[in-house]
């Protein structure tokens, strides 16, 4: 069974750096073609997708936020960082965390998390 | 503004047929797959469908999924009052490389 969680400071101030960390369990990042994303939704609107990085480091951004994102990961502890830096009050949303193969849709999620931003 | 195109809102009675559109362009919905995903607020979004029509092992057949060139439509039949969710298409974009979706539908059992 595949599980994600998010987890991460749930206020940050304007101008400071968001680093957001999701821990599996099912799977590993060292197996071919898995990958790990992460998405947001700021309150009321839709999903946005913000980034992925696949077992052999691969990584992709959203083209609209790539200048402030960077996605790591850790095999060995099974997790992936998100940093999102310059945080401004339009950046308030729950980000979510969600397991991908290759080809495949992001599926399971995490349960998310409410990060705000506050000026 | 999302990049792929549905409708604000849908509703229907209980039993009733509902469908939610998904309109795209060709380097999304017409060069690849579409998923649909439902989402209840303080959950995480269920994969609902996938491969344009596909139906993951516990998702019931009353919901269906199809695609025709550019655009994609989830139906839903014999609608139920859990149905009540937020409805969201998503695709990969060839073009800006990366994962888009819509802009949600909630869907109102009436």
């Known amino acids: 069974q595949i599980t994600l969680k998010e987890s991460g400071p749930t206020l940050v101030k304007a101008t400071q750096t968001l680093t957001l960390t999701c821990t599996f369990s099912?799977?590993?990042?060292?197996?071919?073609?898995?990958?790990v994303g992460w998405i947001r939704q700021p309150p009321g609107k839709a999903l946005e997708w913000l980034a992925l990085?696949?077992?052999?480091?691969?990584?992709l951004y959203s083209p609209s936020l790539k200048s402030r994102l960077t996605i790591t990961k850790d095999t060995s502890k099974n997790q992936v960082v998100l940093t999102m830096t310059n945080m401004d009050p339009v950046d308030t949303a729950t980000y979510y965390c969600a397991h991908r193969d290759l080809g495949r849709p992001f599926d399971p999620w995490g349960q998310g998390t409410l990060v705000t931003v506050s000026s | 503004q999302s990049v792929l195109t549905q409708p604000p809102s849908a509703s229907g009675t209980p039993g009733q047929r509902v469908t939610i559109s998904c309109s795209g362009s060709s380097s999304n919905i017409g060069s690849n797959t579409v998923n649909w995903y439902q989402h209840l607020p303080g959950t995480a979004p269920k994969l609902l469908i996938y491969?344009?029509?596909q139906r993951p092992s516990g998702v019931p057949d009353r919901f269906s999924g199809s695609k025709s060139g550019t655009s994609a439509s989830l139906a839903i039949s014999g609608l139920q009052s859990e149905d009540e969710a937020d409805y969201y298409c998503?695709?990969?974009?060839?073009?800006?490389?990366?994962?888009?979706f819509g802009g949600g539908t909630k869907l109102t059992v009436l």
């Open positions: 998503a695709a990969w974009d060839d073009s800006l490389n990366g994962e888009v």
């Open positions: 990085i696949y077992w052999d480091d691969d990584k």
């Open positions: 099912g799977f590993s990042l060292s197996t071919s073609g898995v990958g």
């Open positions: 491969s344009n029509n």
